[in-house]
Nanobody, 123 residues
Framework: QVYLVESGGGLVPPGGSLRISCAAS????????IAWFRQAPGKEREAVAC????????QYADLVKGRFTISRGNSKNTVYLQMNSLGPEDTAVYYC????????????????WGQGTQVTVSS
């Protein structure tokens, strides 16, 4: 069982930056790929980025490449999503998720999900 808690969401103006965090706990967290997904009102959930359990390799959705960076903290139990150059289209609830499938952005591969943190980009 893996428990995930997101934090750090909030209101940010267009062009601004925000870093959100995912604190993971439970057994063998080190073996899990951790990903960020997001869901905007009226839209389907979409993958944002993931970080591999094996080599900390990363993948990004095309929409966020060059703007977002996913990383692990020193303890590997915390995963961050640094978001820069935010626009209104980035407004969504952001969820972190854990998977035993290495380096995947497929939501069906993820077994554990957090409750989400709201990110709103608006002036």
């Amino acid at each position: 069982q893996v428990y995930l808690v997101e934090s750090g969401g909030g209101l940010v103006p267009p062009g601004g930056s925000l870093r959100i965090s995912c604190a993971a706990s439970g057994s063998t967290v080190d073996y899990y790929t951790i990903a960020w997904f997001r869901q905007a009102p009226g839209k389907e959930r979409e993958a944002v980025a993931c970080i591999s359990s094996s080599d900390d390799g990363t993948q990004y959705a095309d929409l966020v490449k060059g703007r977002f960076t996913i990383s692990r903290g020193n303890s590997k139990n915390t995963v961050y999503l640094q978001m820069n150059s935010l626009g209104p289209e980035d407004t969504a609830v952001y969820y972190c998720a854990a998977s035993l499938v290495d380096d995947t952005l497929r939501s069906l591969d993820y077994d554990y999900w957090g409750q989400g943190t709201q990110v709103t980009v608006s002036s």
